[in-house]
Every structure is written in structure tokens, then in C-alpha cells.
């Protein structure tokens, strides 16, 4: 069906920044939202950043002002620009589509494999 391959994760010292990336492959017909989240051990995932098929961009609190989400439809793929990392942004990020497959009527939500953002001296 579909499938969203994330990249960009690793280990960065505190006022680092990383770009993840997200791609989707597959019987794909329309993408609308696209949205990123992260899940730190112990913790519930919280949305991070989400961006609609027109661009509207919202962000959490917690990540307002140093993270950057935008979309490159041409390739189905939503980044996450991070700046100015600190150890609690330290998480797996997941990023989500809403996605219309091909032949079928309904939107479904499919999920990335997830990546590991590690923030540590």
C-alpha cells in the first residue's frame, strides 16, 4: 500500500540542529496533512509539528521558534528542519500522512519506522 521511510536522526550536542526527512512510497493518490511526533522512553507521544496541503504549519509550544516543518510535494516528503537542540528534545520522532491510496475513497493515516534524535554532550 503505502510506506514512509524516515532519515535524519542521530546524536547532536545541546545548540545542534538536525533535518529529518519522510518519504512515501507506494499506491498513493493524494497526500493532505503531514505531521511529525515524538516519544521519549517513559513519556506519551506529543505532536511536534503538522503542515496541511495548503501549508499552514503549526508547531508545539515547546519547539516553537526552533523547529521548521515543510513539505516537498513533487516527492511526497515532509522535513523537520531542528535548531538550537536542547536534551529534551531528545525522542524517537515519528512523522504521519494522511494519505488517499489510490482506487480507494477513504483517507488513512500511515506512519514512519521512526528515528532516534539523541541531544547530548
Known amino acids: 500500500q503505502v510506506q514512509l521511510v524516515e532519515s535524519g536522526g542521530g546524536l547532536v550536542q545541546p545548540g545542534g540542529s538536525l533535518r529529518l526527512s519522510c518519504a512515501a512510497s507506494?499506491?498513493?493518490?493524494?497526500?493532505?496533512?503531514m505531521t511529525w511526533y515524538r516519544q521519549a522512553p517513559g513519556k506519551q507521544r506529543e505532536l511536534v509539528a503538522a503542515?496541511?496541503?495548503?501549508?499552514?504549519?503549526n508547531y508545539a509550544d515547546s519547539v516553537k521558534g526552533r523547529f521548521a516543518i515543510s513539505r516537498a510535494d513533487a516527492k511526497n516528503t515532509v522535513y523537520l528542519q531542528m535548531n538550537s537542540l536542547n536534551p529534551e528534545d531528545t525522542a524517537v520522532y515519528y512523522c504521519?500522512?494522511?494519505?488517499?491510496?489510490?482506487?480507494?475513497?477513504?483517507?488513512?493515516?500511515?506512519w514512519g519506522q521512526g528515528t532516534q534524535v539523541t541531544v547530548s554532550s
Open positions: 504521519k500522512f494522511e494519505v488517499k491510496v489510490a482506487a480507494m475513497k477513504r483517507w488513512t493515516d500511515y
Open positions: 507506494g499506491r498513493i493518490f493524494s497526500i493532505s496533512g
Open positions: 503542515i496541511t496541503g495548503g501549508g499552514s504549519t
